[in-house]
DNA sequence: GTTTTTTGTTTAATCGATTAAACATACATT
DNA sequence: AATGTATGTTTAATCGATTAAACAAAAAAC
């Protein structure tokens, strides 16, 4: 990194004047500042000529400011959220910010350790997609009075700005779509977490047997931990199958768990939707890819992410606004994994 | 991000000192600059019970190194790549350093953006998966002495540090296997493309053929251009079934184009493997989900960017090495949809 | 023909950390 | 006692940009 970079001193030199002069034209504080015409015009064609790029580094130091946001994921592996930072990272550069993303893998600590990172790299402010247990750490962020914004899972009893999914209405329905459908034996595979998001999705579902009148089995329900999919959604499976009512229908509470439940209904040889239909929460390429075309709960991703960042951008415009909390609403797509029943042969 | 962050000079003086003595002892130069113990021991303390952490621009501005690593993907939305940043992301944190990513969706013009905001961000160096025709970029940054790895691709006519894939030898290996399991009429899928990990898939491919007696047919090629793979995948694989002399195993060389053209296999309702054996570059999830697991190409993604970390940042503590140029070994992963022949009833 | 205003430009402090050089003691050497 | 050598510590310049305040010269006002 040589070939010493152009600086406003050197403009400065090149021009006859002080630096000053040439950050009052170079900022179009001309007119604020009286700064002569002609000269105004030198300076800036020698910038031109020059081909000035101002020095980040010593603008924010100056300023406090550094046009970077600290973008905290859950789990970049994730194509949802591989997604979700594709569209963060460009909305954010449209408004002349950079994004330094990482991702927690679903852990707090990992989470704490970005933080800290992030606000020692003097970002301007966060979005994070909160894994469990990290109250704490919201906490911290408020009371520092740092601007962030929560993405996609928030936290009910913190008043903070947040954007995300109405998952409660989103399960709802996909459990609403099945039975109208005509299953009537249908299981959930959720994780065992108490995100809000997750507990919602859980409700949801429940809800919408309740509300058409099936009675709910224990069996038809299970949460899975974050390191134990794999075993634990086959002994949730089997137990589904195996059970005095056994399922005919399965709902997936995110993309990964039914990515992992597919493969094992694959190896037990059952067909959907036939033997079983399957919605699922998530989108991806591997629904269109499967030989029956899954169902899937679409979140809107864009609007998610770009909404995520409009709101963090105007909070560290304006400090003080009151908090924007915005519950965004899925849209089942209805496809071969949950055919109706009556048109299965 | 209000409260006032502790700097050198608070610390300094709740000690009672100057800000050289106390810089000298939190940088553990106490003994170079012989700065008396129980200052020191003193000033250490404060640190701590100040939570004191350095200011980074500060810090930078000064030395010239932001600990920070550019890293330009060809295209975040696949996961291979994401994965790869995972991987960077990892190894450059355990290094002390932090990146940022920009994905330039395989078009020069958008890495050439990116090459200048993150010069402007002053990163220390960077690691670029390279677009198609962006040799200029690659010199403009040697001539600026710039230090970079290019990843997954480089160009053969420039000397520069690199981490790539035998692609000629994964082509090569992928079409042996297909022959050996008794398949004789091979097609390729390849991105239309003058990279040169695409062109060595190619000739890998070609000589597989060749070395084995087998004449190829033009009709069994088909290279697509990026922003039209859809439309192309269908009219090359229809040419290829159509042909004189129907394929009967296909080869993709890249995931995309795997994931493109299984889609329209099932739209034909064509059985992989008996109708058409799939061999692909890439890995992910989808392989393992399609009804029929896919022979895939295993690339040594975790090597892959933790070498690249590894000669960037040894590049940056000695500028002038000599250039590392680094091809990796795939490894063929067999699975159903390539089994031989002989094992299909 | 002073005084005041306006216009145009420079000076210098600042952001926070680093570090060569200067300074000030104490101790050792002859 | 005079000089030299360690041992501690401070001063001040530096990185590059911003900006309040000071300054100077020209134009307007009385």
């Known amino acids: 990194m040589n070939k010493k970079k152009v600086s406003l001193k050197d403009i400065a030199e090149k021009a006859q004047v002080s630096t000053a ?21 030198k300076i800036k ?65 990992k989470s704490w350790d970005l933080i800290t990172v992030f606000l020692n790299r003097q970002v301007d402010g966060f979005i994070i997609v909160s894994s469990e247990n990290s109250e704490e750490q919201i906490q911290y962020l408020i009371e520092k009075n740092v601007a962030f914004v929560l993405l996609d899972r928030h936290f009910p009893t913190i008043p903070t700005h947040f954007v995300s999914l109405n998952s409660y209405k989103a399960a709802f329905d996909a459990g609403v779509h099945l039975i109208q459908g005509g299953y009537k ?12 998001h997750m507990q919602e999705r859980i409700r949801g579902y429940r809800e919408s047997l309740a509300e058409n009148g099936i009675v709910f089995h224990p069996a038809w329900l299970k ?24 399922v005919d229908a399965l709902i997936f509470a995110t993309y990964r768990l039914a990515v992992t439940g597919l ?39 864009e609007e998610l992410g770009k909404t995520a960042v409009e709101i963090l951008i105007h909070q560290l415009k304006e400090p003080h606004a009151e908090k924007r909390q915005i519950l965004m609403e899925a849209q089942l797509m209805a496809r071969d ?4 029943k009556a048109a299965i042969s």
Chains 1, 2 share one sequence.
Do not use: W
């Not at 064609?45 to 994921?73: D, M």
């Not at 999919?229 to 089997?238: C, M, S, T």
């Not at 493969?263 to 269109?288: C, H, R, T």
């Open 21 to 41: 002069l040439v950050s009052y034209v170079l900022n179009g504080k001309e007119k604020e500042s009286r700064v002569g015409h002609e000269i105004a015009v």
């Open 223 to 246: 949460e899975v931990g974050f390191d134990t999919i794999d075993e634990e959604i086959k002994i949730g499976i089997d137990e589904m199958l195996a059970s005095a009512f056994p």
């Open 263 to 301: 493969k094992y209904i694959n190896a037990l040889g059952l067909k959907v939707p036939d033997d079983l239909a399957i919605v699922s929460f998530g989108q991806a390429e591997v629904f269109d890819l499967y030989y029956c075309p899954i169902t899937y709960v679409l979140q809107p991703m």
């Open 185 to 196: 034996n249908i299981g959930l595979i959720a994780y065992k977490s108490n995100l809000f």
């Open 45 to 109: 064609q020698i910038a031109k000529e020059l081909n000035y790029q101002p020095n980040y580094l010593a603008k924010s130091l100056r300023s406090g400011k550094t046009q970077t946001i600290g973008l905290i994921i859950a789990d970049i592996s994730n194509p949802f959220f591989a997604n979700i930072a594709r569209i963060v990272e460009d909305e954010a550069k449209k408004n002349g910010y950079t994004v330094i993303i990482g991702s927690s893998d679903e852990k707090a600590e």
């Open 337 to 340: 994994s949950s055919r109706s």
